[in-house]
């Protein structure tokens, strides 16, 4: 840990070896620069809560209207440079996006039957150990989340000129010029390979409580993101810019087990089976700008000195009803879905996923999202491209590696133009 007392905030670029202690050292030093300029922590913090309250209140209409809080666009639109500037403000104030007919729907139904028969072929049920960080949990019994990366219908799809599109798309609502410095690249995906989801009829599932992903304490640890988020850990949070990726895209994180190596501007899946919108499907907090509220609460008085309201490494960012009730009351989900929709959220928001018993039809995604070409994703895209190139687990997930001795699996010859420049194969 370095401290230059008057610059600088305390920093770890590693995970701190007494977490308490560095907990209470960070929320002494942010609160005594936020009191620096003028206010007090508890009167910056009410800005922020103003801020939320009233976008809180737009949603709440929307859902008393019946309009669909989500945006939805059209692929087709966004093919033809459609899209109007109304359909891109609701994107950006909403932070999330349905994207109809991104993919047409016998094509992403063909993927889903090209998913079975491919972990079928080879055997993948009779060899399934179990969740990877469960080892003799559940032997032989089916999964829901496949630990499959290079299937060629997920290769298909990641590499597909329409995802390109559209994650070009989302990656321009980012401010990714600033000093003079190139914070990504909008036009060229990393292709971060994830998982794929098949949650069979009748299924009963609890469902994910709600959290956030992009990081635990090193938010407020590390020296990038708190320059990151340095609006608002110096008092101008009117200034805070959920949108502008400044030192977002080149420092550390904290190793844990559910950690994203890659910067995503958004989070993002492709639907492979027709989903209604009550069948425990994807919940958000659609509000970019409420991660200062998640940043901000922990240095409020009621907070215990070395708390930051539940959040800890190797576990998932909590939001919850006992810390952020304003933010729960803006909980909504997607609206119905067809096989071949795709469905992002701007990698900051609170996400859950709502419980089902006896669920009415299939609920099958296969994760893609936007992630960027920048300085974290080309050092995590040399792992993946080995992973890729040996059929092995990505080095964000555990090591289970089923795919190596799969024969059929996406071949480096299959890659196109954007295949290689994702996996940096020139
Ligand atoms: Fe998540």
Known sequence: MTTTPTTTLPHWET?????P????????????????????????FAVVEARIAERVAEIRADVERGETVWPVID????????????????????????????????????????????????????????????????????????????SPAQMEARQSDRMATVQSLLNAQWKHESDGFTWFDPD????????????????DSNGLGTHADPGTLDLWMTQSYQQTFRHL????VEEYDPWDAAHRTSGPQYPGTTMCSAFRTFQGWTALSDMAHDQGVLHTVPIPEAMAYLMLRPLLDDVADDDMCGVTTNQVFPASERWHPLLMEALSGIPDVQAGDSVWWHCDMIHSVA???????????????AAPWCERNERYAGSVREAFLSGSSPSDFPEEHY???????????????TGRRGLGLG
């Open 355 to 369: 419980p089902v018993t006896d669920q009415q039809g299939w609920g099958n995604v296969m994760y893609i999202p």
């Open 403 to 417: 795919e190596r001795t799969w024969p059929d699996r996406f071949t480096v010859e299959q890659l196109n133009a």
């Open 188 to 203: 060229r995906d990393s292709l971060y390979p994830d998982r794929i989801r098949r949650r069979p009829p009748g299924a």
């Open 233 to 236: 850990f110096d008092g101008s």
């Open 21 to 44: 202690g560095a907990i209470r050292e960070v929320k002494r030093a942010i609160r005594a620069r936020i009191e620096a300029s003028g206010r007090t922590v508890a009167e910056v």
């Open 75 to 150: 692929y087709s639109d966004i093919e033809n440079g459609t899209v109007t500037p109304e359909q891109l403000a609701k994107l950006r104030r909403r932070g999330c996006l349905v994207v109809r007919g991104h993919f047409p729907r016998e094509q992403a139904l063909d993927w889903d039957a090209g998913i079975v028969d491919y972990v079928e072929r080879n055997a993948f049920f009779e060899s399934y150990r179990g969740p990877g960080d469960d080892f003799f949990g559940s032997v032989g019994s089916k999964p829901e989340i496949y630990p499959i990366y290079w």
């Open 15 to 19: 995970t701190p070896d007494d977490l």
